[in-house]
């Protein structure tokens, strides 16, 4: 095997073992805090389970939030982040039974 196929073999690893080492965990849920942006909160805890819009006027701050069901890494909550313009503003954790 020559170095630039050793090089590359070995970058594909490291890539590959961060990315599963920075999979999203429910657990973290609440950990979340206000002024976190949108990438930072999907990369910590993942896709939101639904989304739903407030406002979406040109020109204006985007008003949106962002709602995850309960899962077994954080049972019985219900976790709502609403954003203003790509920033967490409010969180909301509700017992769901």
């Known amino acids: 095997m020559d170095f630039k196929k050793f090089t590359a073999l070995a970058l594909l ?7 599963l080492s920075t999979k999203p965990d429910a657990g973290e849920r609440k950990f979340i805090r206000k002024g976190m942006g949108e990438g930072e909160v999907v990369l910590k805890i993942g896709k939101p389970d639904h989304e739903a819009f407030h406002r979406a006027v040109r020109g204006q701050p985007e008003e949106k939030s962002w ?22 503003a409010e969180i909301e954790r509700k017992i769901a039974r």
Not at 13 to 19: D, I, K, P, R
Not at 67 to 88: E, K, M, N, S, W
Request: charged share 15%; hydrophobic share 40%.
């Open 13 to 19: 690893s490291l890539a590959s073992a961060s990315a």
């Open 67 to 88: 709602t995850y069901f309960p899962h077994a890494r954080d049972p019985q909550t219900l976790t709502i982040i609403r954003f203003h313009a790509g920033r967490v």
